[in-house]
């Protein structure tokens, strides 16, 4: 159970100039809760995709503000973990996930783990590089994408593939490549881990709409054509919540928004 963070704009700029000095400040902040890691992939001006993670807790760390704050780009996926429990808080496991330029940013937790390992090789998760339900999901997109599908394809076949199999799975994802950024909401039915909720030590400063809101996914286009995707946990003007059992993709060229319903991605305008 994490947040997630991204935005892709018309020419390079920082997560901060797209969401607000104060979202951004907040957004980063909701580490007290999603402490155990942090991370961030964007394009760079060689459209490459790059990253930078920490398995640490980001509320405070320096190196997050810059990448939130300082470091331009003309797009970006941003990640805080609230690891699920047994998922270990190491490296390997820290989101984003990165292969052959393709970023994976999971928000959510698909059980049981073990029958969820078993729909992959172990060839194919050690690419990725982490144990956890996020890492696989990776792996299955990647391996939608190594048979030729879109990037859009990959991700929406997984996920709806995964929802079938795991029906209170929750499955929120930011996927970052050099030329699209993917955005997928799909939770209907997922337990909001409200046990630790009760049992963090934050009280009365959780940050807003976990309790009734956790896994709602939004969106936001700016006045320059920019568009933005955040968890819940921002004040809530200007954003528009994502349909359950939906995909956003954003042309990182163009700025064109098209959405996709899950599992039958037939397209419409957005």
Do not use: K
């Not at 996926?77 to 998922?87: D, F, V, Y």
């Not at 039915?189 to 896994?215: I, W």
Request: hydrophobic letters at 45%.
């Amino acid at each position: 159970m994490c947040r997630l963070l991204g935005y892709a704009a018309p020419r390079a700029t920082t997560a901060a100039a797209v969401l607000g000095a104060d979202d951004a400040r907040e957004w980063q902040r909701m580490g007290r809760l999603h402490a155990d890691g942090w991370g961030t992939a964007w394009v760079d001006d060689a459209r490459t995709v790059r990253r930078r993670r920490d398995p640490s807790d980001g509320t405070a760390s320096a190196d997050l503000a810059d990448a939130l704050v300082q470091e331009a780009s003309t797009a970006r996926i941003a990640h805080l973990r609230l690891a699920t429990e047994g998922m270990g808080t190491v490296l390997g496991n820290t989101h984003p996930f990165v292969v052959d330029g393709i970023a994976v940013a999971h928000n959510g937790s698909i059980q049981p783990v073990q029958e969820l390992r078993a729909m992959v090789r172990p060839d194919e998760l050690a690419r990725v590089g982490g144990t956890t339900d996020s890492a696989v999901v990776t792996a299955l997109v990647l391996r939608e994408v190594a048979r030729g599908a879109s990037l859009l394809e990959a991700t929406t076949t997984t996920v709806a593939r995964l929802r079938s199999r795991f029906p209170t799975s929750a499955v929120n994802l930011l996927v970052l490549s050099a030329d699209e950024l993917v955005a997928v909401h799909a939770n209907e039915g997922a337990p909001v881990p409200l046990d630790l909720f009760a049992t963090s030590p934050l009280g009365a400063d959780l940050p807003r709409d976990h309790v009734d809101h956790y896994y709602r996914l939004s969106w936001r286009r700016e006045a320059d054509g920019a568009v933005a995707f955040t968890s819940s946990g921002l004040a809530s003007e200007g954003w528009r919540p994502m349909a359950q059992h939906t995909a956003a993709r954003v042309d990182l060229r163009t700025l064109a928004l098209e959405v996709v319903d899950l599992p039958t991605a037939q397209r419409r305008a957005a």
